[in-house]
């Protein structure tokens, strides 16, 4: 048989080697591709009162983004002012950043919101995007509230005056004191004691002694509550609670209390006997 030529020997490899990049290209075709699978969202939650610098990265709606520049309130994936560069889809949220007191009022489903507003729900302080009313912050799908954080209480604080103190007690007494006790008013910062309706003292708790008083002598002691909103009122007086006092040397006589639902109010007379 005549020899082949060289250029028929060599054509095999040739075609051997597209043959086999042909199948590997097919193959890869036929296969289906499977994205990598996402990061887990790390950087904290964007908030629209956090200020912002270059380099600071949020996540926000699934994304991960970066700062280009000082910025505050601009949106990611919203603001059209390009200060945010997405990095890129995440996964899961991160714990949400921790928002301070709950100052906000609690949220209620017949009051309209409109964007920028905050409330207070589950804990948590939400700012409203747009218009709302009815969707519950946390369980509405619309994306319309934002969240900002875990706040310090469930509920805000009142937005009303406390609650006035109730069963206001003389305790104890000396020569010159007296000790005063009531029980705590719902939605009290502090109180403010009155003797003779002159104000002697503005304790934080529910107890006050009394000091620089003479002997014989009848004293009328008055608590109101009091908060950022205002005092507890003052209403009528209730009945009157006959109590007797007594300390080692000495006898005291003549003590008694009084509550009004407004104010409490304490009058007490004694005589010392040193023994």
């Known amino acids: 048989m005549r020899p082949r030529s060289a250029a ?5 490899p040739v075609i ?19 994205a990598g699978a996402q990061e887990q969202c790390t950087a904290p939650l964007w908030s629209s009162s956090e200020v912002y610098v270059g380099g600071d990265q949020v996540t926000h709606d699934g994304h991960t983004w970066e ?3 000082w910025t505050q309130g601009e949106e990611p994936g919203v603001t059209a002012s ?9 996964e899961g949220d991160p714990d949400p950043p921790d928002a301070g007191p709950c100052i906000h009022p609690a ?4 009051t309209v919101y409109l964007g920028g507003d905050r409330v207070t ?8 995007k747009w218009w709302t009313q009815g969707e519950e912050p946390g369980v509405t799908t619309s994306g319309v509230w934002g969240d900002e954080g875990v706040c310090g209480d469930d509920e805000p604080p009142p937005d009303e005056p406390p609650d006035p103190p109730t069963g206001l007690t003389v305790t104890a007494t000396t020569d010159s004191t007296v000790s005063l ?13 009155f003797r003779d309706g002159n104000q002697v003292g503005t304790p934080a708790s529910s107890n006050f002694i009394d000091s620089g008083l003479s002997p014989s002598t009848q004293y009328s002691y008055t608590v109101q509550a009091r908060n950022a909103h205002g005092t507890s009122g003052t209403s009528d007086r209730s009945p009157r609670r006959p109590m007797t006092i007594s300390r080692p040397g000495s006898s005291s006589t003549g003590a ?14 004694w005589s010392t006997t040193s023994c």
Do not use: E, I, K
Request: glycine fraction near 6%; charged fraction near 15%; charge should be negative.
């Open 256 to 269: 008694s209390a009084t509550s009004r639902s407004g104010a409490s109010t304490a009058a007490t007379s």
């Open 181 to 193: 006790d009531w029980d705590d008013a719902a939605g009290a910062d502090d109180y403010l004691v």
């Open 67 to 69: 700062a280009n520049w």
């Open 82 to 90: 390009g200060v945010w560069n997405d990095l890129g889809p995440c």
């Open 16 to 34: 051997l080697v597209a043959v086999v990049s042909l199948m590997a290209l097919l193959a890869f075709a036929a296969s289906p591709v499977t």
């Open 107 to 110: 949220w209620d489903a017949a």
């Open 121 to 128: 729900h589950d804990g948590h302080t939400w700012l409203a």
């Open 8 to 12: 028929v020997q060599t054509r095999r």
